[in-house]
């Protein structure tokens, strides 16, 4: 080929490579702008449950607070309509979580700006007056539709309403129960629990006459058979509920009963849960939900702000464990996300088996981020 025919190629692959990106983006550029003419309006709900304080990123669990905060952030960049929500059970379940009864876990919900959170049955694991001290911490309302404390009023909010884009959206909370049988008798002495398809259904009929425009339930209740109560039943006997998003069973949902959409997202942050809605004025016209998974999230980086809250805690707490063992002939390690038994003993300039014997680990392969690991000392 000659040199001459050579740039002709050259130039022809230039424009074709030029038409084909504008064609790439073209779809998005007049659905945006169909949309903004039609008047139709997106909000994205974010949801997690059952998280039990697992922080750290762990190899065959969660992504991890930090990961999947990065995923939040970008979210939150493309829609600010956005709305983040957790089901319950997030404070207890981990060595950092249980450290500080449950404060490092609001300490980071309230960085990675959670809106709203459900009292899930293990909020009951350190008392109830650190739960509502635990209310006090959060920069979110805990929220709760069915329980009555001892002078038969709720300790908590059972709804609130949010206006996104001029969209009132009203979302409450139930629980299970079942928390009456599944905590110390002494952590929910004088509380009494309601039918929470009773309480659900005043509620609903509650945000109705509030004139919103698209109604969540955070139902810490499961869709298992095992429960009296599950959030199929809500969505089965209460109309009127838009979204239901569950947790306590720790199950990944995604399905509809009536006009009721039920979505879970597993546990531990394994997955974000994402709902996107779509409205036209008022009205909604869309619903649709989706997992954003642990593996999708394997390449993200680290969001730093939530990485070095958690590296805070963890030295925090190191302190903490030292102080209370002070005397004792032994040190701690908190095993971090990549951690294995050899690298940690060459720390202390001991051998991995016999840090392993020292801490009756059988396998060592088998060490999770947060587990504690105690040093002896010689
Ligand atoms: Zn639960």
Do not use: E, R, V
């Given at each position: 080929m000659s040199f001459k025919n050579k740039k002709i190629l050259k130039l022809i692959l230039c424009a074709v490579f030029t038409v084909c990106i504008f064609l790439f983006f073209l779809e998005d550029i007049i659905l945006a702008q169909a949309n903004q003419i039609k008047g139709i309006k997106k909000i994205t709900i974010l949801h997690t449950n059952d998280m039990h304080g697992r922080v750290l990123e762990e190899k065959d669990s969660g992504m991890g607070f930090s990961k999947m905060n990065t995923k939040i952030k970008e979210i939150r960049k493309k829609n600010p309509n956005t709305i983040l929500l957790d089901v319950g059970?997030?404070?207890?379940?981990?060595e950092i979580a249980t450290n500080s009864k449950g404060e490092s876990i609001i300490k980071l919900m309230n960085a990675m700006k959670y809106d709203g959170m459900a009292v899930g049955n293990h909020e009951f694991d350190y008392g109830y007056k650190r739960l509502l001290e635990i209310r006090d911490m959060a920069n979110f309302p805990l929220m709760t539709g069915n329980i009555l404390n001892e002078n038969g009023k709720n300790d908590f909010k059972p709804y609130i309403i949010k206006e996104v884009d001029g969209i009132k959206v009203g979302i409450f909370s139930v629980l299970t129960p079942d928390t009456q049988y599944a905590t110390s008798p002494k952590n929910i002495k004088g509380i009494s629990f309601l039918n929470p398809l009773i309480a659900s259904n005043e509620l609903v009929k509650e945000l109705k006459e509030k004139d919103v425009d698209l109604i969540i339930g955070l139902t810490h209740l499961g869709a298992s058979k095992k429960g009296k109560y599950s959030s199929i039943d809500i969505a089965k006997n209460i109309e009127g509920i838009d979204i239901i998003v569950d947790g306590h069973s720790h199950k990944e949902m995604n399905m509809k009963v009536e006009d009721t959409l039920i979505v879970q997202s597993g546990k531990y942050t394994e997955n974000l849960g994402i709902i996107d809605i779509k409205f036209l004025g008022n009205k909604i016209i869309s619903k649709k939900a989706s997992l954003f998974t642990k593996k999708e999230g394997d390449k993200l980086k680290e969001d730093r702000e939530i990485k070095a809250l958690i590296n805070e805690i963890i030295e925090e707490n190191k302190s903490k464990t030292k102080e209370t063992i002070g005397k004792s002939k032994k040190k701690t390690y908190i095993v971090k996300s990549g951690d294995v038994l050899f690298r940690i003993g060459k720390k202390y300039g001991i051998g991995w088996m016999e840090l392993a014997e020292f801490n009756k680990i059988?396998?060592?392969?088998k060490i999770y981020p947060g587990d504690i690991i105690n040093i002896p000392i010689k």
């Open positions: 059970d997030a404070i207890q379940g981990s059988k396998n060592p392969n």
